[in-house]
């Protein structure tokens, strides 16, 4: 099983660029899950699909992050223009909606804005 | 609306010994799961243990039991026998039907092991 796939490991750009994030969710799993963590804030939901449809995008912190999941194996989390209190490190996590059930992470992506 | 607190941003305790992390929830939510994650240094998320609101007996794996007091909305991590390797970040979290399965994280405990 090769696990919750997120691409890049790392990203530095600079203040103003697009940023996209991407994920690959594990086979079979129906709910994926955006995570940012920062020391001060520490883990934040960002959004939240279940079966590709986006259920609640409440904890997206403003109009210049969206996310998307076209099909059931890839969402991306797009930045743009990216600032730097954006950086953080950005976690992407899939599970099953069938009942409460444990959430599998992927490595992350460290984000850093200069 | 749901709140998970872990007041302990930061405990220590010598190799081979017994140790308990806390965590509080508030939820008014009848059927919900409560989990607990290992972050290392490395910074993956590892799931470590889950305790069902329904379930009656105190969940374990292996070093890991979650004592689960339900009247107190607790479900404090114990991990038995300390290893400098249990050295990391502690998170508890919260799920429900209700809220359409998504999990809510508390602030960490910081464990360090002292050999």
């Known amino acids: 099983d090769a696990g919750v796939i997120q691409s890049p490991r790392h990203e530095v750009t600079e203040m103003g660029q697009e940023v996209t994030l991407r994920c690959k969710p594990i086979?079979?799993?129906?709910?994926l899950f955006w995570y940012r963590q920062t020391m001060m804030r520490g883990l934040e939901l960002l959004i939240y699909?279940?079966?590709?449809?986006?259920?609640?995008d409440s904890g997206m912190p403003e109009d210049r992050f969206s996310a998307k999941m076209p099909n059931a194996s890839f969402s991306t989390l797009k930045i743009q223009p990216s600032e730097p209190r954006d950086s953080a490190v950005y976690f992407c996590?899939?599970?099953?909606?069938?009942?409460?059930?444990?959430?599998?992470f992927g490595s992350g992506t460290q984000l850093s804005v200069l | 609306a749901q709140k998970i607190t872990q007041t302990q941003p930061g405990m220590f305790v010598q190799e081979k010994e017994a140790v308990t992390l806390d965590c509080t929830y508030d939820?008014?939510?009848?059927?919900?799961?409560l989990f607990w994650y290992k972050q290392p240094s490395s910074g993956e998320m590892i799931f470590l243990i889950y305790?069902?609101?329904?379930?009656?007996q105190n969940a374990t794996e292996g070093r890991y039991s979650l004592n689960f007091q339900k009247a107190r909305k607790s479900a404090n991590l114990v991990i038995s026998a300390s290893q400098l390797g249990d050295s990391a970040m502690y998170f508890c979290?919260?799920?429900?039907?209700?809220?359409?399965?998504?999990?809510?994280f508390g602030s960490g405990t910081r464990l360090l092991v002292r050999p």
């Open positions: 305790q069902g609101s329904y379930d009656e």
């Open positions: 086979s079979g799993h129906n709910s």
């Open positions: 996590a899939s599970t099953t909606s069938d009942g409460i059930s444990k959430l599998f």
């Open positions: 939820t008014s939510d009848q059927s919900y799961g």
């Open positions: 979290a919260m799920s429900s039907m209700d809220s359409s399965y998504k999990l809510i």
């Open positions: 699909f279940n079966n590709n449809v986006p259920i609640d």
